[in-house]
Nanobody
């Protein structure tokens, strides 16, 4: 399994950013995908889950602000982040449920 995240950067509070993650080495369209993040100095935390059939689930901290989606033709999952807060600052990762592999992540910093 391989995961390549991109799209991170610096954004002001209240701003928006969209992350992408390309997965390879497995049948992408059949797999449950997740987004996680690791804030500085803190443990990894779950952000969202995307089921193959389109169902979605979000953590309480991002529900209503973040929207996850997937394009199975491109082996890609996305995380649209709106109304961003300083506490969203973290390295963001995607992963396939059951995988032990992590990508390099993409850094998101929310600061004025």
């Amino acid at each position: 399994d391989q995961f390549v995240e991109s799209g991170g950067g610096l954004v002001q509070p209240g701003g928006s950013l969209t992350l992408s993650c390309v997965g390879s080495g497995f049948p992408f369209s059949d797999e449950i995908m997740t987004w996680h993040r690791q804030p500085p100095g803190k443990a990894l935390e779950w952000v969202a889950t995307l089921w193959p059939g389109g169902a979605l689930m979000y953590s309480d901290s991002v529900r209503g602000r973040f929207t996850a989606s997937r394009d199975n033709d491109k082996n890609t999952v996305y995380l649209q982040m709106n109304m961003m807060k300083p506490e969203d600052t973290a390295v963001y990762y995607c992963q396939k449920v059951g995988s032990t592999t992590w990508g390099q992540g993409t850094q998101v910093t929310v600061s004025s």
